[in-house]
Each structure stands twice: as C-alpha cells, then as structure tokens.
C-alpha cells in the first residue's frame, strides 16, 4: 500500500503580535517629538486598522512605523491593504489598513491551476480559505513549496505551510 503525504497552504498571521506590533507604535507615536501633540488614534478591528490623525504627514510617518515595528516582529507587510486616505472634520484625516487573511477563491483557484500545470501528479484541493496539497513522494511535496514561494510576491499575500504529513 502506498502512503500519502500533504499540507496545508494558509495565508494567515499571528494576531497577538499584531496586537503587540501596534502597541510599539502607540508608544513611540506618543513619545516621537514630532508625533506627540498630533492627537494620533490606532484602534485594532476585528479585520482592519484604523489611524485617525492631524495631517497626511503624520498619518505616512506612522504607517512607516508600523511598517518597521511590523517588520521586527516578524509579521509580512503582505498582510497589510493601506486604502486611500479620507479627509475629515477639518483638517483631520483618516486611513483604514485592511487585514488580509485566508485565502480568496481567485487566488486558491489559481494556485491550484499552477501545481497542476508544473506537476500532474500531484492533487489539490480547495478547503474554504486554505489548500490541500496531496501526493505520494516528500520530495515533490518540496518542489511544490518551492514553487508556491516564488509566485508569493506577485500575488501580494503572505503564504505559510502547515500540517506536513
């Protein structure tokens, strides 16, 4: 009887270090000389970030420090979907930074179509916003993760592996 081995494509991250990412930045926002008197708000949401502040300069100078912070604490700047700038009430502004997570069908779907184009042996299959990715060697599973990390970057997410079986 031959044996089967698989794991899991995920898009996901740690949320704890998010919420610890985002604390660094409150810290230094409130203690940043140029920061300090900006009367800055970053509030977590369940799937977004919200930074409500004076002008679009300090609103870029903390998106660059959560984007430094993020990067210390070994989160991908994948996850992170800056949308447009809103002015508000004034001079304020305001930014939304969406969460990205799990995988979208458009992207399961055509990550699936590119292991079985490079690989016919292998079998995948679509689980809600994950991949499973079936097949009978550990050294074809590799060649496929190897794959699946160089179409990372032109897909914009973040990609983990997980349940290596």
């Known amino acids: 009887m031959a044996s089967t081995y ?3 494509v995920v898009s996901e991250f740690d949320r704890q270090e998010l919420v610890n990412t985002l604390d660094q930045v409150k810290r230094e926002v409130d203690q940043r000389y140029d920061l300090k008197d900006s009367n800055s708000e970053i509030l977590l949401e369940e ?4 930074i409500t502040t004076a002008s679009d300069m300090t609103l870029q100078a903390i998106a660059d420090v959560i984007r430094q912070k993020a990067t210390k604490r070994k ?4 996850i992170f979907d800056f949308q447009k700038i809103d ?8 930014q939304n930074i969406i969460l990205r997570r799990g995988l979208s069908q458009e992207i399961a779907k055509k990550l699936s179509k590119c292991i079985r184009d490079y690989m016919k042996k292998i079998n995948v ?5 994950s991949l499973r990715v079936t097949g009978k060697s ?6 496929v993760i190897e794959l ?13 592996f997980e349940n290596f079986r």
């Open 6 to 8: 698989s794991f899991d």
């Open 47 to 50: 799937d977004k970030i919200v």
């Open 75 to 78: 989160l991908s700047l994948k």
């Open 87 to 94: 002015v508000f009430s004034g001079n304020r502004v305001r």
């Open 125 to 129: 299959s679509i689980q809600g916003e």
């Open 138 to 143: 550990k050294d074809q599973l590799q060649e």
């Open 148 to 160: 699946l990390r160089s179409k990372e970057e032109e897909l914009q997410i973040p990609l983990q």
